[in-house]
């Protein structure tokens, strides 16, 4: 089989990103996915929301691919006609302990470099939405909703238009260096695919394709702790036009009020370990859910609640304690050209654009 330039394992919204960004026609670019298309784990069971950028460190993988992708997303949505819509987003703080960590959030993400954030009191807050009942509260004015399947879409279709190949129902098996090379394994290739370069984009399984090439996961603090995230739609429209999103907690960001691009609402993710991957919702954790929501949204009624999505995030932390992304280039592991990005949580759909340039300057890849 002729050498592949490279290889992306994954074609998730992070994966596809990186394909397109690679993709030329002078170069030969193999996406392989276990699935029998692209986004059917984390990039499509999720929230939608492209974030601002306030909640993790400065100097954190996780703020800067943010803040960059994120305006890298809202222009290419000029450019290519995905969905995306900058609705802004309010941080209630409900008790009057919380109102500091407002203005925690506020400095931290002036400090991220995050535009339009605004402190205001709870009696103000009918200028941004009514419906809403808050002490106080953070306005991220830079905060929106994307489709990620139109996202993934337009990803897709640069990647296919520059040349890149998708192979599909191919989970990777093995790998071997040989003669300077990656010799790559799939279900469903008779053939291993010589690579020069690959990049581990995996997703859920990212930590498992990793330890193929050798390394060892648990050593490195590579391995991966699922936590599930569950949804409820809510059966009637509510009179809130922003995003609403309580303090955040230490495994998320709380149970907060998103809009599709359709104008239906929907509560959630809650997060809580799993061992195993299921996309199963426990319909009597509405009752959380409301009692939640509640706080901020008076108008809520329990009956208002039905059981919608559900998600897995890969995270680095068995606690779901902060983690920063995984994207390493790893030739001083002996491994070079071989790129892993492990751990690749929220805000990754945010991030994907700016993700894939530092893959591509990881491995001195030209535009």
């Known amino acids: ?4 330039d490279a290889v992306v394992i994954g074609a998730g919204a992070v994966g596809l990103a990186v394909a397109a960004r690679l993709a030329r026609p002078d170069k030969n670019v193999v996406v392989l996915e276990r699935h029998a298309r692209h986004g059917l784990e984390t990039s499509s ?3 939608e929301v492209v974030h601002s950028g306030l909640y993790y460190p400065a100097s954190s993988l996780k703020t800067k691919l943010c803040v960059e992708g994120r305006r890298r997303l809202y222009e290419l949505a000029a450019q290519r006609g995905f969905f995306i819509k900058k609705t802004g987003k ?9 109102r500091a960590k407002l203005e925690t959030l506020r400095k931290q993400g002036e400090a991220n ?3 339009g954030l605004e402190l205001i009191e709870g009696r103000d807050l009918g200028q941004f939405s009514y419906g809403v009942r808050a002490l106080a509260a953070l306005w991220s004015r830079e ?3 994307v489709d990620s399947e ?13 040349g890149a190949i998708f192979v599909w129902g191919s989970e990777l098996t093995n790998v071997e260096r040989k003669n300077g ?3 790559l394994w799939a279900k469903g290739q008779g053939e291993p695919i010589p690579a020069r370069r690959v990049i581990n984009a995996a997703g859920l399984a990212a930590d498992k394709v990793a330890e193929l090439a050798g390394l060892d996961c648990d050593a490195l603090g590579y391995r991966l702790h699922f936590f599930k995230g569950e949804y409820f739609s809510l059966k009637r429209a509510l009179d809130v036009k922003p995003l609403v999103y309580p303090v955040p907690a230490k495994a998320g960001l709380g149970i907060h009020l998103t809009v599709d691009r359709q104008g239906r609402h929907r509560l959630g993710p809650n997060a809580f370990p799993v061992e195993e991957i299921d996309y199963d919702i426990d319909a009597t954790h509405a009752d959380s859910f409301f009692t939640a929501a509640s706080r901020y949204l008076p108008g809520l009624m329990r009956e208002d609640l039905s059981p919608g999505t559900a998600g897995i995030r890969p995270k ?3 606690d779901g304690s902060f983690r920063d992304f995984v994207i390493n280039e790893e030739t001083a592991r002996g491994l070079p050209g071989w790129v892993n990005l492990i751990g690749i949580e929220s805000p990754g759909l945010t991030a994907s654009p700016a993700i894939a340039d530092l893959v591509a300057n990881l491995l001195s890849w030209p535009r």
């Open 113 to 115: 470099g995050v535009e």
């Open 1 to 4: 089989m002729e050498e592949i």
């Open 90 to 98: 309010l941080i209630v703080a409900c008790e009057e302990d919380e």
């Open 143 to 145: 905060t929106g909703i």
């Open 181 to 183: 090379l990656y010799m």
């Open 316 to 318: 680095l932390s068995a």
């Open 150 to 162: 139109d996202l993934m879409r337009a990803y897709l279709d640069e990647a296919q238009d520059k």
């Open 45 to 47: 069971r999720n929230s």
